[in-house]
């Protein structure tokens, strides 16, 4: 079955390009968006590695002037997707517009760490690879330091819980809360209700509030320090923060194989902020990293598989990990599969509602390199093996119900053939023994 899967999960990324980069899956996803396409890369460097640099390539296309590597790049104006480049009008707006259309916000930076791990798996050829595009994976890094810090708290925040990667996870409630749908907002419809089951998808308030925040970045010509502090929603998101952290460190490793003494001081100084930021984020109250809004300081109030990432980021006292590791345990003993995205004893919690509890491919992936790094082998173990089961029962699925292993949301999605190609295959742990 291993083996069938495999071939399986190749097609599926063939399927999906579309002539250098890859679609999430068809129809639901019609573009390249920014965290798929580096994990996408791990799949493709399993049996294309020249395919896995020009996917990498192909996304530093969209890369702004500014350093932003946006959520997501529109090559096209597809109709089965809202809101496209006609709703964003990120080249409208800006006096310096990127050279191809694309949303006006970032996704969690996970590009340094793919490029590592092209360089720790290839040869000279990957290094000098590596070399061309590491200028520009730290201006991305250095564009979160310079334009997601607000005046008024010395830690990144996001501007959308679209940014975040996991959109309507009930973290965001503290901040979407507080904010109020622009009525001038003009009719919309939206297309992801007519590809995906509209129970497992975010609300339509949810979604008017998350419309009305891209039009406060149409209306600030789409200025990213403005954006950040004159915007509608502010929150401090812990996947970013140990995301990026990560990031820094890996891109660092590529530096310093390439002898680059100003990158590599740069690199040292970004993780050293992220590192004196990481407290900021402390919830006492739960024993865990959670996401606080930057204007009321106040924490959410449950354990997302965000908060398991410290560990991928290497940060966290003795006390911290341990009672983010009682966490995970207590919420291993409350579903089948691990990890969910939220908290099962937490308000909000919904098995099969997108990011509101269902178990993401490529959250496990990091949560369990991080566990193994850090010395927790047989949880990280646990972690993967959820995963090669939830993929064998279910199928190549966007995301999965922690309970029942059923599969959500997107079918023959490119992450999840890309996690089982570079990590969750049987056929893969055993060439990595």
């Given amino acids: 079955m291993s083996k069938q899967l495999d071939n399986q999960a190749m097609e599926i990324l063939k399927k999906n390009d579309r002539g250098g980069y890859t679609i999430p899956t068809a129809r639901l996803y019609p573009y390249q968006w920014n965290w798929d396409s580096a994990f996408v890369s791990l799949g493709f460097q399993t049996f294309d590695r020249e395919r896995a640099w020009t996917e990498l390539d192909l996304l530093l296309e969209g890369q702004w002037d500014n350093g932003m590597i946006p959520s997501i790049i529109f090559r096209s104006n597809d109709p089965d997707y809202f809101p496209g480049p006609s709703v964003w009008q990120t080249q409208d707006r800006m006096a310096q517009p990127p050279a191809i259309a694309s949303t006006g ?216 990990r341990s009672k983010t590791i009682d966490n995970m345990n207590r919420i291993s003993s409350k579903v089948k599969y691990m990890m969910p995205s939220w908290d099962p004893d937490a308000e909000g919690f919904d098995p099969q509602r997108y990011w509101c509890g269902p178990v993401w491919p490529q959250m496990n992936y990091m949560i369990s390199m991080g566990l193994e790094e850090q010395g927790y082998a047989v949880l990280a173990n646990n972690i993967r093996r959820d995963m090669a089961l939830l993929i064998q029962k279910s199928g190549f699925y966007e995301c999965f119900n922690p309970v029942t292993g059923e599969g959500c949301i997107g079918t023959d999605f490119s992450w999840t053939a890309a996690i089982w190609l570079a990590w969750a295959s049987p056929s893969r742990q055993q060439q990595a023994a």
């Fill in 105 to 320: 916000i970032s996704q969690p930076p996970v590009l340094a760490s793919i490029v590592l791990s092209m360089v720790e798996s290839g040869d000279r050829h990957d290094l000098n690879r590596a070399a061309k595009v590491l200028d520009n994976v730290l201006r991305y890094h250095q564009w979160y330091q310079d334009q997601r810090v607000s005046d008024t708290a010395g830690v990144i925040g996001t501007v959308h819980p679209w940014e975040t990667g996991r959109d309507n996870c009930p973290e965001w409630e503290l901040g979407l809360e507080a904010m109020k749908v622009d009525p001038d907002l003009d009719a919309y419809v939206r297309k992801d209700i007519e590809h995906a089951n509209p129970d497992q998808r975010p609300s339509q308030e949810q979604y008017d509030k998350y419309v009305t925040i891209v039009k406060a970045g149409r209306e600030l010509g789409w200025d990213q320090k403005a954006l950040t502090n004159q915007g509608p929603f502010l929150m401090a998101d812990p996947g970013i923060h140990f995301i990026l952290l990560r990031a820094n460190k890996d891109l660092l490793k590529v530096a310093r194989l390439l002898q680059l003494s100003d990158q590599e001081q740069k690199l040292e100084q970004l993780i050293q902020q992220g590192v004196k930021a990481t407290d900021y984020f402390w919830n006492e109250a739960i024993g865990a990293f959670t996401a606080r809004n930057i204007a009321t300081g106040e924490f959410s109030k449950g354990f997302s598989n965000a908060s398991a990432l410290c560990f991928y980021a290497g940060v966290g006292s003795n006390e911290q």
